[in-house]
């Protein structure tokens, strides 16, 4: 006969012996991390809306915190379990409080977290009003370390029509799409359909997802009406953004993907308003 199994009686003593910490042991090379966490996780997430609905998309998060010279590692499950505690609805606010408790379970003087998403607006075309869904690309950033700093960056795609052609053919003018783009400080509430607006009266003209022939001649019209220079699209989101009493800071750019260069026109203007 076989002699009897101590496997089980040995698996049942480990399991009663303390599990060692390893990640809060020492680390003699004294060297700091500034970073340490999870980079894209993908994960649901659940927005309100101005409207008073809520809106779920797919983010991609990173999150981060920084880590002392003696510390060996980072308690990488405590950062999901954090974001699994907040994900009902992400807002600004929630961000920040995100970061915050990052900071306390896990002992850290930072916090980082970063959510980019897609997010979808849903716009009426100019003329025949066919409902249709545009997407924009939104991220929200937030770093806290005693105090707190967010960051909303919103991405929307547009029209130009370039004034200098259509000063100089004898008809027609070449346009093109273009991705201006906002960064943004601030006080207060701002949705982020307020930023798209911004950004998509700052073009030559919107874009639309569905169009049928009088819209499209509606929005061919319109650009041809409201020329514009990759400049002026970032001067004209800046004196918008300027006159917005919520925005304390922001970051306004403007790439054309030009239709008759084998480049991109760029543009980009920074403003700390409570400099000013």
């Known amino acids: 006969m076989n002699a009897p199994t101590t496997r089980g009686s040995a698996a049942a003593a480990t399991l009663d012996k303390p599990m060692v910490d390893v990640q809060s042991l020492a680390d003699s090379r004294r060297l700091a991390i500034d970073k340490v966490g999870v980079k894209n996780v993908v994960y649901p997430i659940t927005l309100r ?7 779920t998309t797919v983010a991609t998060i990173d999150m981060y915190v920084s880590l002392p010279h003696d510390r060996k590692g980072t308690h990488m499950s405590r950062f999901l379990e954090s974001l699994n505690e907040h994900r009902d609805c992400i807002r600004p606010e929630q961000i ?3 970061c915050q408790d990052l900071r306390q379970r896990l002992d850290a003087k930072d916090a980082h977290i970063r959510v980019e998403f897609t997010y979808f607006i849903e716009k009426l075309a100019p003329v025949s009003k066919q409902p249709g869904l545009m ?3 939104v991220t929200f950033e937030c770093a806290s370390n ?3 700093d967010f960051v909303m960056k919103v991405a929307a795609p547009a029209a130009s029509l370039c004034p200098c052609s259509k000063e100089i053919s004898r008809y027609g003018a070449h346009n093109q799409r273009c991705e201006i783009t906002a960064e943004v400080r601030f006080e ?11 950004l998509e009266k700052s073009a030559s003209a919107e874009l639309y997802s569905i169009l ?6 509606y929005v061919t019209e319109a650009a041809y009406d409201s020329p514009k220079f990759v400049e002026d699209i970032v001067r004209d989101a800046a004196t918008a953004l300027n006159a917005d009493q919520r925005i304390t800071w922001y970051r306004v750019r403007s790439e054309n993907f030009e239709s008759i260069h084998n480049h991109n026109a760029y543009a980009e203007i920074t403003r700390d308003k409570r400099a000013s």
Do not use: F
């Open 96 to 98: 920040i409080s995100m």
């Open 49 to 55: 809306m101005p409207c008073g609905k809520s809106q």
């Open 146 to 148: 005693g105090s707190d």
């Open 135 to 137: 997407d924009y690309r």
């Open 188 to 198: 207060g509430e701002v949705w982020i359909e307020d930023v798209v607006s911004i």
């Open 212 to 217: 049928k022939r009088p819209d499209e001649k």
